[in-house]
């Protein structure tokens, strides 16, 4: 039987003083986190990396790496690493506020966005780009003018930045329900993320595991061993066909 694959869910990785949201992850603890996938045999991919693999049934051994946001550490922190590893992530930016910041993110210290150029850079090193929504807004809440925005308009506005298709797309805050995640879909996107498992769980609302500064080996090895004991397998979840397609 085929299980589901875990997805790592990070933010931003860079040295910090303060960090209330618990999003940041510093250069030393995120390195030696991608020295423990390697060290067990697991090669971190991006999610469209990772879905094509399932459908093919070759996913044994990849681990779904996201980011969400979009922040600049992206580039000077993760990707050489990713890079240093022969890994891949996938990155969720705002278009509606590149090359701005964290604005959403009330008493937090200001962490710069990537702009435009940077999003195409991450892109040209092989990381995949989607997007996390216009404006970082939780759509749950939003009429339909507004979800659609958020949504579509997202979408298009990412694609004219990368001059390529947009796939994936992941919720603000995690929020998503029956009307949100049928808006994705509508909008044209291939797969979309959430956080949490919940009764939409599939591929327009795939769970990730967050990770923060305070995994370490013993936490990841337990956050690996909770992922296989909730996705056993095929017969464990009737939502697999959303998934693997």
């Not at 000077?76 to 990155?91: D, I, K, M």
Request: with cysteine; net charge positive; glycine share 12%.
């Amino acid at each position: 039987m085929t299980a589901m694959p875990l997805v790592l869910m990070y933010h931003s990785v860079e040295k910090y003083d303060s960090d209330p949201f618990r999003i940041t992850v510093s250069p030393g603890r995120f390195a030696r986190q991608l020295d423990w996938l390697a060290a067990h045999g697991l090669a971190g991919v991006s999610m469209r990396e990772l879905l094509r693999a399932q459908a093919e049934g070759n996913a044994r051994g990849l681990v779904g790496l996201t980011f969400d946001d979009g922040y600049e550490d992206f580039l000077s922190e993760v990707v050489p690493v990713l890079l240093r590893h022969r890994f891949t992530a996938t990155v969720f930016v705002l278009p509606g506020l590149l090359g701005t910041y964290n604005s959403w993110d009330a008493g937090a210290p200001r962490k710069p966005l990537m702009d435009a150029d940077g999003v195409r850079w991450a892109a040209e090193q092989g990381m995949e780009v989607g997007s996390h929504s216009l404006g970082h807004r939780s759509l749950v809440g939003l009429d339909e003018a507004a979800l659609w925005s958020e949504v579509a308009d997202g979408k298009a506005a990412l694609e004219d930045v990368l001059g390529a298709q947009v796939s994936g797309f992941c919720y603000p805050y995690g929020h998503a329900g029956a009307r949100e995640t049928a808006a994705v879909r509508r909008a044209g996107y291939d797969y979309a993320c959430a956080i949490w498992r919940s009764g939409l769980t599939g591929r327009y609302a795939l769970p990730r595991t967050y990770i923060g500064d305070r995994d370490g080996a013993l936490r990841l090895s337990a956050k690996r061993a909770r992922h296989r004991a909730r996705w056993p397998g095929r017969a464990g979840w009737a939502g697999w066909a959303g998934w693997a397609r």
